[in-house]
């Protein structure tokens, strides 16, 4: 369905990613490059949202301009339009003049009242849980002419990749820290113990028991028990130190 990626195209998507700190500010940069890439094709002005999938209904993740992130979210609240219509069949959605388009007239209309006088969806597919799409907006009609549809879609070829490897990214970073954090947990409540046990001379399951009922007595979590304890003896937090 895409053609070949742009290897210019992919080269800056790869500077974004690599100079991004999470996967919003990655997308913001590739919608703002999604755009500049299109507009210079088309000889005009072109916006572009950016539309992610992730095993729940499309949400609206960046844009290169406000106008661009009010009607994919418009788009999305309504629950149809070329972008939703893209993703849904994983196929580029074209409106190439809004006022002769009869398919979506709510949406239609609110593109209108924006002054976008043309449209166009292209999807992304980036694993199978997990898609996106770019949403282009033109402020003439007819500005999606087969060369700037070539441009668009080697842009998404590139960029299919890129997000691919963000997702990746996002997901590994997402797991070392639910990790790190299960591991600072429970080395909280280990520390705990073993107050409890010197305090009372008592045994480790009876320490933990004693924890658990000031836990469900205060209604508060395990580990926010124990941390007020060593905190309260220490000054100090609990930290887990990792050592490569």
């Given amino acids: 369905m ?5 290897p210019e195209s992919a080269q800056d998507l790869q500077s974004i990613l690599v100079g991004s700190e999470n996967g919003i500010e990655f997308l913001s940069g590739l919608s703002r490059l999604a755009a500049a890439a299109v507009s210079e094709a088309g000889g005009g002005v072109v916006e572009c949202a950016v539309t992610l999938k992730m095993k729940r209904r499309p949400t609206t993740a960046a844009a290169s301009s406000a106008r661009a992130l009010e009607l994919d979210q418009l788009e999305q609240t309504l629950g149809d339009g070329p972008c939703v219509k893209a993703l849904r069949e994983m196929s580029l959605v074209l409106i190439d003049d809004v006022e002769s388009d009869s398919r979506w007239p709510e949406y239609n209309r609110a593109l209108l009242a924006a002054n976008v006088h043309s449209s166009l969806g292209v999807p992304l597919e980036i694993t199978g849980e997990t898609a996106a799409a770019l949403n282009f907006f033109a402020s003439r ?3 999606f002419t087969a060369d700037v549809l070539e441009k668009a879609l080697g842009f998404a070829a590139a960029a299919q990749n890129t997000l691919h490897l963000s997702v990746r990214i996002d997901t590994a970073r997402n797991r070392a820290d639910n990790l790190e954090a299960a591991l600072e ?7 705990a113990c073993g107050v409890i046990m010197a ?4 045994s480790q399951q009876e320490a933990m028991d004693i924890l658990a009922r000031v ?3 205060r209604n508060r979590k395990l580990r926010d028990v124990a941390n ?13 130190h990792f050592e490569a």
């Fill in 228 to 240: 007020e304890l060593i905190e309260q003896l220490t000054g100090n937090g609990v930290r887990t």
């Fill in 185 to 191: 947990s429970r080395t909280a409540i280990n520390l």
């Fill in 2 to 6: 895409l053609s070949s990626s742009d």
């Fill in 199 to 202: 305090q009372n001379r008592c």
């Fill in 215 to 217: 836990s469900s007595n």
């Fill in 141 to 143: 009609p007819g500005v």
